[in-house]
């Protein structure tokens, strides 16, 4: 996102049921969420607005250092950006968004991309600084996520932190539409074997996040019928439980969530037709308020971002003609 907000904010890379699920209106409300702006900025890096085929994935670490990834508008190839800097072309080619996490640690920051075989490929990245202060990427090479982790190859992956520097990763999968899960150590490199998430099906990327509120990693997907769907995982526990429908519009494309440390969140969905991107407010322990239209009823040809500041949710979408977009969405 753009620096000139920088003061004000640093990013970071995500009620007992009370509301009925809504029928098949796929008409929402149209008012604000709650300190949603009205006015959307184009993304820049290197003096120039970025152009994406899909959505841009970011991170900051708790320096601020700040990472930004996205897949080229007309070419197979991923570009990286430390700090709005001049975008770096990195190796590999792509036919998915490339995902990004800061995990802290010896890590850092975890890069992930779906391969042209569906694989799934991740890296390390660190910010290196040299004799002149000039700060800088320090990229490993690409290791294939093992245990036969793949997905489509037009499909991004999801990835969430989880505490003592790990995180989760989350995928669609190749050979069935089940939704796949698996943790990550990155004190030793150790990848658990993937599990599957029983009864979460979808022919879209899923979406995450950590609630630091009760501990527990939530998973939007987009279900076969079209609705959106959340459950819960403890951390450390493969169970998931506690399904919310978030009913009411529809959505042709993945989903996106952010929690806050209150756990109170918000999911974002580009409408099924019309392309409209929505908004609802939800919590960790399945509670949600209907969907609103974005502000400006902007429309996309993909699924948006949800990026998390604390108690801020940011919204990052990419318009038509493929230039990245973001504002904020809620203040929690």
Known sequence: MHSILAKSRILAVAMTTAFAVLLFSNSPASALEPGEST???????????????????????????????????????????????????????????????????????????????????????????????????????WRQVPNGARTLEGLSVAVTVTPNNGAYLAFRGYNSNEIWGMYYNSQNGHWDLPTRTFGATSDSAPALAYSTNNNHILLAYRGTDN??????????SGNWYGRTILGGVLTDSHPAIGVAPSGTGQVAIRQQGTGVLHLQT????????????????????????????????????????GYVLWKQSRQF
Do not use: C, K
């Not at 609705?227 to 450390?236: A, E, F, H, M, T």
């Open 227 to 236: 609705q959106v769907n959340v459950i819960r995982l403890p951390y450390g």
């Open 39 to 141: 006015r959307w900025a184009n993304e820049i890096e290197g003096n120039t607005p970025v152009q994406a085929n899909g959505i841009m994935g970011e991170a900051r670490a708790a320096n601020g250092d700040l990472f930004q990834v996205w897949h080229g508008a007309d070419n197979g190839n991923m570009y990286l950006s430390l700090n709005h800097s001049q975008p770096l072309t990195l190796p590999g080619q792509t036919h998915a968004s490339p995902q990004i996490v800061f995990v802290g640690g010896q890590a850092q920051f975890l890069l992930f991309h779906t391969g042209s075989n569906g694989f799934v490929y991740y890296t390390t990245l660190s910010v290196a600084v040299g004799d002149n202060g000039h700060r800088y990427a320090r990229f490993d090479n």
């Open 282 to 321: 939800i919590t960790d322990s399945g509670a949600h308020i209907n969907w609103v239209r974005e502000s400006q009823s902007q429309t996309s040809p993909w699924g948006p971002r949800i990026v998390m500041d604390a108690y801020r949710a940011y919204l990052v979408a990419t318009a038509w003609g």
